[in-house]
């Protein structure tokens, strides 16, 4: 089992004080899980989720199973694939999915402070970075239990083929595909940011569909576990949208907001 992923069940199990029975692993493996596992502690010190996952909408129940090989529907899922690969010959894209495929709240702040426009980042806009990074530690509570229920195989794993990103996406081989993490992120991220900044809805939702396409070029994800998070984005966001500690640091974000973009020049990333 990759080391990252045994991290992250660590991690999970420990916030939702479960436990985890890990096996074999030799004294080297130990010590790397522990660094890993108190690393991913660390980050949830920061980030703090509004709510645990027992008091979200269970995707599981919610989204409906992913297509069947034989199917329709898988059909296209796998003429998405092959799309997906002939643009990885356009280097400016490769590089945007190459980008999009780094697992951290940074690259989705990156990703939309040029359609936001304003930089987003922890000294910039503080209180934007609070409701944006404790949204997303929310909502990606969310994709643990349909990953491990439906166990879905990425594509590239499908097909034995060498992803876009083998360094990002190789870590995440014996994770579900379904439903895809990053496009959660990036589609709950531009639901906050257009909150905030109404006026860059558009240009917000254009590059969060595009995060969602950059995943089935990368051979990471399917377009149906596409399609199906950005539903799962709705989902959770409806669910932010009920509670007070949310809503609070969102007043405070769109305090931030009004004041910075009297004074800050747009971003031209």
Known sequence: MDLLKVAEIVWYNTTMKKTTIITALTPIKIFALSWLAVSMA?????????????????????????????????????????????????????????????????????AFSKP?????????????????????STTD????????FFHRRRPFAYFNEEPLCPK???????????????????????????????????????RAMQYGENRVIAGAHWQSDVDMTRLAAAIGYSRLQTLPAFRAQMDIAKGEFAALSKNRPPVRK
């Open 42 to 110: 660390v980050m949830s010190v920061f980030a703090e989720p509004y709510c645990g996952v027992e008091n979200l909408p269970d995707l599981v129940k919610c989204l409906p199973a992913p297509p069947k090989p034989g199917s329709a529907d898988f059909a296209r899922d796998v003429a998405h694939y092959e799309w997906g690969k002939a643009q990885r010959k356009d280097p400016e894209r490769a590089a945007l999915a190459r980008h999009d495929a780094v697992w951290s709240f940074g690259t989705v702040a990156d």
């Open 141 to 148: 509570q969310m994709r643990v239990a349909p990953k491990a």
């Open 168 to 206: 990002e996406d190789g870590v995440w081989r014996d994770e579900g595909s379904y439903p895809s993490g990053h496009t959660l992120r990036s589609m709950v991220a531009a639901l906050v940011l257009a909150e905030i900044n109404p006026a860059k809805a558009d240009e917000i939702f254009v």
């Open 116 to 136: 936001f426009g304003i930089e987003i980042s922890p000294t910039n806009t503080p209180m934007i970075w609070k409701v944006l990074e404790d949204s997303l």
